[in-house]
């Protein structure tokens, strides 16, 4: 088991800055990678950002290309997501997931545990 939890959202003006932060515990051992997703509301959950834990090639939604940015702690146990240039567009509440048994894709029915979620609202 994996527990996720995360962090560090709230409100901010457009083109201001947030970090979230997403702490794994338990079998962090058996972790491949971690992502981001978000819901804005009325819209389904999409993936944002992932992070391999071996190798260095990380994902990024076209939407979020140049103004996000994942990364993790060298003892792979917490994972960070800082937010530039923020827009009304990204409000919505963003889950961290962690990825055990399979990450040939960051496909969010690949993804084996979540966060309890954490809101984020841009205000224009």
């Known amino acids: 088991q994996v527990q996720l939890v995360e962090s560090g959202g709230g409100l901010v003006q457009a083109g201001g800055s947030l970090s979230l932060s997403c702490a794994a515990s338990?079998?962090?051992?058996?972790?491949?990678?971690m992502g981001w997703f978000r819901q804005a509301p009325g819209k389904e959950r999409e993936f944002v950002a992932g992070?391999?834990?071996?190798?260095?090639?990380?994902n990024y939604a076209d939407s979020v290309k140049g103004r996000f940015t994942i990364s993790r702690d060298n003892a792979k146990t917490t994972v960070y997501l800082q937010m530039n240039s923020l827009e009304p567009e990204d409000t919505a509440v963003y889950y961290c997931?962690?990825?055990?048994?399979?990450?040939?894709?960051?496909?969010?029915?690949?993804?084996?545990?979540w966060g309890q979620g954490t809101q984020v609202t841009v205000s224009s």
């Open positions: 997931a962690a990825y055990v048994r399979n990450l040939a894709t960051w496909a969010m029915r690949n993804a084996d545990y």
């Open positions: 338990g079998h962090t051992f058996s972790i491949l990678g």
């Open positions: 992070i391999p834990w071996t190798g260095s090639r990380n």
